[in-house]
């Protein structure tokens, strides 16, 4: 992660301009974490952003992680959130990373997901780094990969 200070100040002031150009009154709260940076925006009018499991959410994402991607480094993270929607969908997520690497591990066959963004893809790969007894690596072109869990 870089050193600069203020750059969660800066995405977060990026964010709000993006959100307010749509039209939206919400509130923008960036904030540094243990692996980069959190933008979390709030109010009634957020949920336009999680519609459509949560699309507009997804591409804003990636449109600030586009843009800071040589700021953060290779090991920072930027991760916006409305209304806790990633936050959900992130623990639903590492439910069912934890139910396919039970399965691999029973029926010793590899168990697929996806298809996964990248964001999704790193938490599997995270949730599985966990347990010695599989591994997991990504398939497929483009930006929309799948995950294979396989055990060892």
Known sequence: MTNDPNLHEQIGEFVRNVVTAMGLTVTVTPQVTADGVRVDISGEEGEILVRRKGEALDALQHLVNSIWRDQTGRDGRIVVDCLDF??????????????????AKMTRQPQEMG???????????????LDPDVTSESQGDGLVKTVLISPR
């Open 115 to 129: 298809p996964l963004n990248s964001y999704s893809r790193r938490l599997v790969h995270l949730e599985v780094s």
């Open 86 to 103: 990633r936050k959900g969908k992130d623990a639903e997520l590492r439910q069912m990373a934890k139910f396919m690497i039970e399965r």
